[in-house]
């Protein structure tokens, strides 16, 4: 069963860093995309980050600068930094993975939390 699991969540000042982790495990022969979402309650979720098989990226409007997405050699773990945090980036964040011929699949989602 293909799993994929984030980490690193946490709470952090304004002005601190975070460094979030996304790991796919299980039978994986192809990956087309991995990235990041973020929810804050009672909204829809909202692109982050996505970086593709072929290593380009993307992002919102709102973390361009401060963010940035990396992959590990494999393919199969992506990191999300978080520098420069402001209090409205608290939110749950979930990593997705996409296949070919495949749904998307979702982490279960880890808090981040900016407060002072």
């Known amino acids: 069963q293909v799993q994929v699991v984030e980490s690193g969540g946490g709470l952090v000042q304004p002005g601190g860093s975070l460094r979030l982790s996304c790991a796919a495990s299980g039978r994986i022969p192809s990956i087309r995309a991995m990235g990041w979402y973020r929810q804050i309650p009672g909204t829809q979720r909202e692109l982050v980050a996505i970086?593709?098989?072929?290593?380009?990226?993307d992002y919102a409007d709102s973390v361009k600068g401060r963010f940035a997405i990396s992959r590990d050699g494999a393919q199969n773990t992506v990191y999300l930094q978080m520098n420069n945090l402001n209090v409205a980036d608290t939110a749950v964040y979930y990593c997705y993975l996409d296949r070919p011929f495949s749904a998307r699949t979702w982490g279960q989602g880890t808090q981040v939390t900016v407060s002072s």
């Open positions: 970086i593709t098989s072929a290593g380009s990226t």
